[in-house]
């Protein structure tokens, strides 16, 4: 059971949240927001509680990702019930007191993701599109870079691998690790050494101008 994981501190939300999604709080210039993670899916977005100018509150409910990735439905479906039901209590409870703290939410991932381009052997055009996840410990963080990084691989538009760190503790040019397909299809998570991935990308270069 991973540490770092949220637990379902909802006491001050006055509802249950499904167990598979937990609740962070992430801090905004006029106000606050509720972060919602699955535990599969990673972010599915956040409800935005802030001031306007004219002394309102304003709830805004914003699902995470790119509009063109169907992921993006997907986690709507999950976070839209849930902003429905928080929006009504927050609306009905503003005023009485303050809600208890939740953990701040830590933003992930940060920085730079290395990649990959696997091109054509003949015409040295893109073939395959890697992306080195080192931070993918489970399948949420996965989902996380997977959308992140959805605006490049759609626009590259080759076969696209996001691949975890190295796993087990034989020879490093052995180990296994997990890798997810996400474009152009989806293909669920498989646990590959890199004799049996590698393969793929050489066929992937090799029959392109075939
Ligand atoms: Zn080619």
């Keep these: 059971m991973p540490t770092d994981r949220p637990r379902q501190e909802t006491a001050g939300l006055g509802f249950r949240l499904?167990?598979?999604?937990?609740?962070?709080?992430?801090?905004?210039?006029?106000?606050?927001?509720?972060?919602?993670?699955?535990f599969e899916l990673?972010?599915?977005?956040?409800?935005?509680?802030?001031?306007?100018?004219?002394?309102?509150?304003?709830?805004?409910?914003e699902v995470a990702g790119d509009a063109a990735d169907p992921m993006t439905q997907r986690r709507l479906e999950l976070l839209e019930p849930i902003c429905r039901e928080l929006t009504s209590i927050l609306e009905s409870v503003k005023g009485q007191g303050r809600a208890a703290p939740l953990p701040v939410r830590t933003p992930y991932?940060?920085?730079?993701?290395?990649?990959?381009?696997?091109?054509?052997?003949?015409?040295?055009?893109?073939?395959a599109f890697l992306v080195f996840v080192d931070?993918?410990?489970?399948e949420g963080r996965f989902e996380d870079y997977a959308r992140q990084m959805y605006p490049h691989y759609a626009r590259n538009n080759v076969p696209t691998y996001l691949i975890g760190p190295a796993l087990g503790s034989g020879p490093m040019e052995h180990r296994p690790a997990n890798i997810l397909k996400v474009w152009p299809q989806r293909s669920p998570m498989e646990c590959l050494q890199p004799e049996e991935f590698n393969p793929r990308l050489i066929e992937l270069s090799q029959r392109h101008c075939r």
């Design 109 to 127: 991932p940060r920085g730079k993701v290395p990649c990959e381009e696997v091109r054509c052997d003949a015409c040295g055009q893109m073939v």
């Design 18 to 38: 499904p167990l598979n999604i937990t609740v962070t709080r992430q801090l905004l210039p006029k106000g606050m927001a509720y972060v919602f993670r699955d």
């Design 135 to 138: 931070g993918a410990t489970d």
């Design 42 to 61: 990673g972010e599915l977005g956040r409800l935005a509680v802030e001031s306007t100018p004219t002394g309102e509150t304003q709830i805004v409910s």
